[in-house]
């Protein structure tokens, strides 16, 4: 009787921690509306804005603006409208408004000459919304911002959470028509998770487990998202436009070494800039001069030199897709298609580590990460085709989790049973005989749809591809590449007639491959395919 006693009380404390805990976190300012304090906040921490924005209201440059986001929530946003064809959009931070970032705009419409919109987020300053949300559903409410205010040139800009949304925004597929875009983060956190994880211990002395967890659960059935999903850091690392990142060498609110891992994971053209002595949100107040300098350096970066890339970390990754769901797995990434069910693709790298291991085949599951209607286990009973992986079970021998999430059913396509253990896992282990003889290679990898209408199986309808592709990248030594189209048939032809250039790979599937690569050598990789070579 005492231990249920004791584990009754033990669970009504944790619900009601994480009760606490998440409306601590996502409460929004209840004087958030204080036009007036707002302004004062402003002018006495940076008072060369009043002559500035006295100017603006004389020309009737300094404007509101209101948008109906998806969710029928009216947002706010301030406008400067200088009349150029270049746009900065800038975003505030944790419980804070537009009017508080004038400072930003002055920066960009004055010294950089741009128009400037600065969206208030969810549940911030005049927009709508009950709770705060940390940046992850911020991102699509600053998408339809760019789409009403786009421009041939545009900059994001945040600081804080306003940084976090910026590169949670950055990870996604852009708006049409925007011929120079590029995205700047003063400040931001890595994730959701680490920093609240970060502030449980240093305002409270509390470990992660269990509120971390349940507090997430909590966020997740109250808002739909959970602290580990909203990564900024995950969202970088398909980022394909150049980033500034800035940070105090001081901050302890977001901690300075949060910004390196985050620099690390961009691939592409980047810039770092620490300010030396500045504590959080405070860079600019610490070397104003400077802070500009570094604006102005970003904003002259040539267009072209978004391809100017370096070969790291996300070089297997296609470029972004209209509509799809990314999910970061450990082994691999997937680029998720709600109307098939199925993947676009999946891509991964794949070490001479990576090809053994102790870790032996899990069991299928069910995503959880996924929108409904989605791939169950019984839509494949009976169907007749067989749980076809794209990365292969034989990839993720190394580890069990990587074995285990190999299983789920976003890295799943409809496939036939003899292709699945003949030609298709030959040309599975002819990947990892190259990964061990050259240390490395990238493949991506997913179905093929022909025609114009196609074969479903089970009552979720997912659609049975009529051909597989892969692609795979070898950049040690001569850099390399090879592709591969077969039929979702017996597959009975020599596996070497299957083997293709990128170029007609890409022509296939219409997928740009390996993006970040520089022109000169993705050009001349992706040209030509010689078997013989990967001998």
Not at 99 to 107: E, Q, T
Not at 247 to 253: A, P
Not at 434 to 445: D, F, N, Q, S, T
């Given at each position: 009787?005492?231990?249920?006693?004791?584990?009754?009380?033990?669970?009504?404390?944790?619900?009601?921690?994480?009760?606490?805990?998440?409306?601590?976190?996502?409460?929004?300012?209840?004087?958030?509306?204080?036009?007036?304090?707002?302004?004062?906040?402003?002018?006495?921490?940076?008072?060369?804005?009043?002559?500035?924005?006295?100017?603006?209201?004389?020309?009737?440059?300094?404007?509101?603006?209101?948008?109906?986001?998806?969710?029928?929530?009216?947002?706010?946003?301030?406008?400067?409208?200088?009349?150029?064809?270049?746009?900065?959009?800038?975003?505030?931070?944790?419980?804070?408004?537009?009017?508080?970032f004038l400072w930003l705009?002055?920066?960009?419409?004055?010294?950089?000459?741009?128009?400037?919109?600065?969206?208030?987020?969810?549940?911030?300053?005049?927009?709508?919304?009950?709770?705060?949300?940390?940046?992850?559903?911020?991102?699509?409410?600053?998408?339809?911002?760019?789409?009403?205010?786009?421009?041939?040139?545009?900059?994001?800009?945040?600081?804080?959470?306003?940084?976090?949304?910026?590169?949670?925004?950055?990870?996604?597929?852009?708006?049409?028509?925007?011929?120079?875009?590029?995205?700047?983060?003063?400040?931001?956190?890595?994730?959701?998770?680490?920093?609240?994880?970060?502030?449980?211990?240093?305002?409270?002395?509390?470990?992660?487990?269990?509120?971390?967890?349940?507090?997430?659960?909590?966020?997740?059935?109250?808002?739909?998202?959970?602290?580990?999903?909203?990564?900024?850091?995950?969202?970088?690392?398909?980022?394909?436009?150049?980033?500034?990142?800035?940070?105090?060498?001081?901050?302890?609110?977001?901690?300075?070494?949060?910004?390196?891992?985050?620099?690390?994971?961009?691939?592409?053209?980047?810039?770092?800039?620490?300010?030396?002595?500045?504590?959080?949100?405070?860079?600019?107040?610490?070397?104003?001069?400077?802070?500009?300098?570094?604006?102005?350096?970003?904003?002259?970066?040539?267009?072209?030199?978004?391809?100017?890339?370096?070969?790291?970390?996300?070089?297997?990754?296609?470029?972004?897709?209209?509509?799809?769901?990314?999910?970061?797995?450990?082994?691999?990434?997937?680029?998720?298609?709600?109307?098939?069910?199925?993947?676009?693709?999946?891509?991964?790298?794949?070490?001479?580590?990576?090809?053994?291991?102790?870790?032996?085949?899990?069991?299928?599951?069910?995503?959880?990460?996924?929108?409904?209607?989605?791939?169950?286990?019984?839509?494949?009973?009976?169907?007749g085709w067989s749980r076809?992986?794209?990365?292969?079970?034989?990839?993720?021998?190394?580890?069990?989790?990587?074995?285990?999430?190999?299983?789920?059913?976003?890295?799943?396509?409809?496939?036939?049973?003899?292709?699945?253990?003949?030609?298709?896992?030959?040309?599975?282990?002819?990947?990892?005989?190259?990964?061990?003889?050259?240390?490395?290679?990238?493949?991506?990898?997913?179905?093929?749809?022909?025609?114009?209408?196609?074969?479903?199986?089970?009552?979720?309808?997912?659609?049975?591809?009529?051909?597989?592709?892969?692609?795979?990248?070898?950049?040690?030594?001569?850099?390399?590449?090879?592709?591969?189209?077969?039929?979702?048939?017996?597959?009975?032809?020599?596996?070497?007639?299957?083997?293709?250039?990128?170029?007609?790979?890409?022509?296939?599937?219409g997928y740009d491959f390996?993006?970040?690569?520089?022109?000169?050598?993705?050009?001349?990789?992706?040209?030509?395919?010689?078997?013989?070579?990967?001998?």
């Amino acid at each position: 009787m005492l231990v249920a006693v004791v584990v009754a009380t033990t669970v009504m404390a944790v619900v009601g921690a994480s009760v606490y805990m998440l409306d601590y976190s996502l409460a929004p300012d209840p004087n958030r509306r204080d036009v007036d304090s707002c302004y004062q906040q402003l002018l006495a921490e940076y008072p060369e804005c009043g002559e500035w924005m006295d100017s603006l209201r004389g020309i009737n440059a300094l404007r509101d603006t209101f948008v109906v986001m998806a969710t029928g929530e009216r947002h706010h946003a301030l406008y400067i409208d200088k009349g150029v064809g270049k746009t900065a959009v800038v975003l505030h931070g944790w419980r804070d408004c537009a009017i508080k970032f004038l400072w930003l705009a002055r920066i960009y419409e004055r010294a950089l000459g741009y128009n400037v919109v600065m969206p208030e987020l969810h549940a911030c300053g005049e927009s709508e919304g009950d709770a705060i949300q940390m940046g992850w559903k911020d991102r699509r409410d600053v998408m339809e911002w760019m789409k009403v205010f786009r421009a041939d040139t545009m900059v994001v800009h945040g600081v804080s959470m306003g940084a976090a949304t910026t590169m949670m925004l950055s990870g996604e597929t852009m708006p049409e028509g925007i011929k120079d875009l590029r995205f700047v983060a003063d400040c931001g956190y890595t994730s959701v998770w680490d920093e609240f994880a970060m502030q449980l211990k240093a305002q409270f002395g509390l470990p992660a487990f269990p509120l971390m967890y349940t507090t997430s659960l909590l966020c997740r059935l109250r808002y739909g998202w959970r602290f580990d999903e909203a990564s900024a850091i995950a969202q970088v690392r398909k980022c394909r436009y150049p980033m500034l990142f800035i940070h105090g060498d001081n901050d302890t609110f977001v901690p300075t070494r949060m910004v390196y891992p985050l620099y690390a994971a961009k691939v592409g053209a980047k810039q770092l800039w620490i300010s030396k002595g500045a504590e959080h949100a405070q860079a600019y107040q610490a070397h104003k001069e400077e802070y500009i300098r570094q604006l102005r350096q970003f904003s002259l970066v040539s267009c072209a030199q978004r391809q100017e890339v370096r070969v790291e970390e996300g070089v297997e990754r296609p470029a972004p897709i209209e509509g799809e769901i990314v999910l970061e797995k450990k082994a691999y990434t997937v680029s998720y298609n709600q109307e098939t069910r199925c993947p676009n693709w999946v891509a991964w790298k794949l070490t001479a580590e990576h090809t053994d291991g102790p870790y032996k085949r899990a069991n299928f599951y069910e995503e959880d990460d996924v929108p409904e209607p989605k791939a169950t286990l019984h839509d494949y009973k009976g169907s007749g085709w067989s749980r076809g992986h794209m990365c292969p079970a034989g990839d993720n021998k190394w580890d069990s989790e990587a074995m285990a999430e190999s299983f789920s059913l976003v890295n799943v396509c409809p496939q036939n049973a003899r292709l699945n253990s003949g030609v298709w896992n030959s040309i599975e282990m002819d990947c990892r005989k190259w990964a061990r003889k050259y240390g490395e290679v990238y493949v991506v990898c997913g179905p093929v749809y022909l025609n114009k209408a196609h074969e479903a199986i089970g009552p979720n309808e997912v659609v049975v591809p009529e051909a597989f592709f892969k692609v795979v990248l070898c950049l040690k030594g001569k850099p390399k590449a090879i592709g591969v189209v077969v039929k979702n048939t017996e597959g009975a032809k020599k596996k070497d007639l299957y083997y293709n250039t990128i170029d007609q790979v890409e022509r296939i599937t219409g997928y740009d491959f390996f993006p970040s690569l520089p022109d000169d050598i993705e050009k001349k990789v992706e040209a030509r395919a010689n078997i013989r070579e990967w001998r």
